[in-house]
């Protein structure tokens, strides 16, 4: 069975608003530049911190196609492109992989609950059968408190029993640490990623391929000191990285995460264009602004963007 291409942190990354409430070109591709600077392995655009489900198909594929154009390389790239409609994930798919990129992450087509295992895997089955293309590695994404319906542990083997060379990994938002641990126990020469960094130890620990985590957008170089820490054996700055990595992923949690990252974002690069998100979610008030910022500043945390996003 193949291996993903990715492995380390990788970034969900925002999407900054243009005028007219899609993807604003050069903000995103300083972000995504800034960040592979800063350390990240891969950018997994349009995905939920990039508020994915609130942007046109065609806007997506107009800006993966430009950030490629920009320079970043495609290979660098884990699109999100999971609908509910086959036609656009397929869509959204096949220029992923013209475009070179180490792999898409997969939503399942969220709409319709309560559908069978066997429907689902018939989606994934026909994508494969559309996209037709043996560079395809497909990263399934679960993230049932969004999605609703999701990719069990029994589903996970039965695609990569069938598409062993194409189904290579996944990405757990579910919040629980044990759906993770079955997944990395039971299928093998699998890459997992953790959906938060406050598993990202214990995966390492278990054989998980890093974390996909929405807090890389403003704490790369943190989440980066866990991974290389661990790598080099040194338990003590392990734990040491661990645990301030865990503090600024606290602070966050306390708020809506979106509004919260873009807020951090705008303040600490000086663009308030930054701390705009799409309906139906909010923007965060002042004072939760104001709060944010001061629970950042007791941690003594800080994002150097070096001009480039400002």
Same mark, same amino acid.
């Given at each position: 069975?193949?291996?993903? +291409? ?10 900054? !608003? ?16 800034? &960040? ?13 911190? +990039?508020?994915?489900? +609130? ?123 044990? !759906? ?25 620990? !278990? ?11 403003? !704490?790369?170089?943190?989440?980066? @000191? ?17 645990? @301030?990595?865990? @503090? ?17 974002? @705008? ?27 001061? &629970?950042?500043? &007791? ?12």
């Amino acid at each position: 069975m193949a291996r993903g +291409s990715f492995s380390g942190v990788l970034s969900p990354v925002l999407s900054p !608003n243009s005028a007219d409430g899609g993807v604003d070109a050069e903000r995103f591709q300083a972000m995504c530049k800034w &960040q592979l600077s800063a350390g990240i392995d891969g950018l997994a655009i349009f995905g939920t911190t +990039s508020e994915a489900n +609130s942007i046109s198909v065609s806007e997506r594929l107009k800006q993966t196609e430009a950030l490629v154009a920009s320079g970043v390389p495609g290979e660098k790239l884990m699109p999100g492109t999971g609908t509910c409609s086959l036609a656009d994930t397929a869509a959204l798919t096949k220029q992923a992989v013209e475009l070179g990129a180490g792999g898409v992450l997969l939503l399942p087509p969220f709409y319709y609950k309560g559908v069978s295992e066997d429907g689902l895997f018939a989606y994934v089955a026909e994508l494969i059968r559309i996209v037709a293309d043996d560079r395809l590695r497909i990263y399934l994404y679960h993230i049932p408190p969004q999605a609703v319906i999701g990719w069990s542990l029994p589903l996970i083997q039965r695609l990569v029993a069938a598409f062993p060379e194409t189904i290579v990994g996944l990405k757990d938002s579910s919040g629980d640490w044990d !759906n993770t641990k079955a997944i990395l126990d039971n299928v093998p020469d699998f890459d997992v990623f953790p959906g938060s960094e406050m598993f990202l130890l214990d995966g390492l620990k !278990n054989g998980g391929a890093g974390c996909i985590s929405a807090t890389a957008n403003v !704490n790369p170089t943190g989440i980066r @000191a866990v991974l290389d820490a661990y790598a080099a054996g040194d338990e003590k700055a392990t734990e040491k990285a661990n645990d @301030a990595m865990k @503090a600024v992923r606290s602070v966050f949690q306390g708020y809506a995460p979106v509004p919260a990252l873009k807020a951090a974002v @705008a303040n600490f690069c000086g663009d308030d264009g930054w701390a705009a998100v799409r309906p139906p979610l909010l923007g965060l008030t002042a004072d939760k602004t104001a709060t944010l910022m001061e &629970q950042l500043r &007791q941690l003594e945390f800080s994002i150097d963007f070096g001009g480039k996003l400002g």
